[in-house]
């Protein structure tokens, strides 16, 4: 594969974000595109669920132990 144009930026939008399918599938899969270059420099995660009380702070530690 070749390496993305890092001049451009891009929005993900993951319905679900504290589901089991993010922590499983999406998040390693994020961070292995991440990893590996294939996602713009400017690249945002914008992850919306039904729990009202998980902070920005958070969600980045729930996340962190999904990536473990």
Not at 7 to 18: D, P
Not at 26 to 44: E, F, I, V
């Amino acid at each position: 594969m070749s390496k993305v144009d890092t001049r451009q930026s891009c929005l993900i939008v993951i319905f679900g974000a504290t589901g089991d399918l993010m922590d499983r599938k999406l998040l390693p899969a994020l961070y292995q595109l991440m990893k590996d270059g294939l996602l713009p420099a400017r690249c945002h995660v914008l992850g919306v669920g039904r729990n009202d009380k998980l902070t920005d702070e958070r969600f980045r530690r729930h996340a962190r132990v999904a990536l473990k």
